[in-house]
């Protein structure tokens, strides 16, 4: 049996490897491990370039460098969104009054950044894909509740399964339990689905850190 696997690239980053050294993980092994039944067809990793910031310069050289390492992976496609941003007036917290408690709080503007287009183009590619039998199944590695819709249409409509893999680390206390906790409605429309990405797949997962292509040779990114 062979499946095609969905890779939501930050919901994946932020809920199973950031602030670990599992950064520089191999998705096609990690989809082996957790799938050791099934023929890994086509892997799709849906992210976007990041914007680097004054206070962590090198972020988007780590993330070119990732890239490049996912790149020798034959049968993996990255295909990309965009970060947007834009300046906004927040609310101070605490809650700051200036001009006494019976006036609105002082207003700080802020930067706000935000991804835009993974979801959709994951959506679309699991449609499509599934529409024209390009695999006997699907896994999508994400636990955002956006692509609900998109999987009930795979699994109710065109009667294809569909399992859903959350990639929250089991043993990871998140600042936001409720941002990787797999949603219900997920649970619902799925085939199938996997609770947790533990360390231990993760460990097992990791590209060498000397690795080579047609430019050359390259190292993982110090800290990874």
């Known amino acids: 049996m062979s499946a095609n696997a969905y890779i939501d690239g930050f919901n994946f980053y932020f809920c199973a490897v950031k602030g670990t050294s599992y950064k520089w993980v191999n998705l096609l092994t990690l989809c082996n491990i957790l ?22 310069p090198s972020a988007q050289t780590r993330q070119d460098t990732y890239w490049r390492a996912l790149k020798t992976i034959p ?19 605490p809650p700051a009054y200036v001009n006494g408690a019976n006036n ?42 956006d692509l609900t819709h998109a999987i009930e249409l795979v699994t109710r409509h065109l009667g294809r399964p569909v399992t859903v893999v959350n990639p929250n680390r089991t043993s990871r206390v998140h ?23 533990n360390d231990s797949v993760l460990y097992k997962a990791q590209l060498p850190s000397i690795m080579s292509d047609a430019q050359g040779t390259f190292t993982k990114p110090t800290g990874w």
């Open 75 to 93: 049968n993996l496609e990255i295909i990309e969104g965009s970060f947007v941003s834009w300046p906004k007036l927040l609310p101070q917290w």
């Open 35 to 56: 799938f050791p039944t099934l023929r890994i067809n086509k892997i799709k990793y849906f992210s976007a370039k990041i914007i680097a910031l004054p206070h962590d």
């Open 175 to 197: 600042s936001d339990p409720k941002h990787c906790s797999l949603q219900q409605d997920l649970r619902r429309v799925s085939t199938r689905h996997i609770r947790s990405i």
């Open 104 to 145: 609105p709080p002082n207003m700080v503007q802020v930067k706000r950044s935000e991804e835009k287009g993974s979801d959709v183009n994951l959506a679309a590619y699991l449609v499509y894909d599934n529409f024209m039998k390009e695999a006997d199944e699907s896994i999508v590695i994400s636990n955002d509740s």
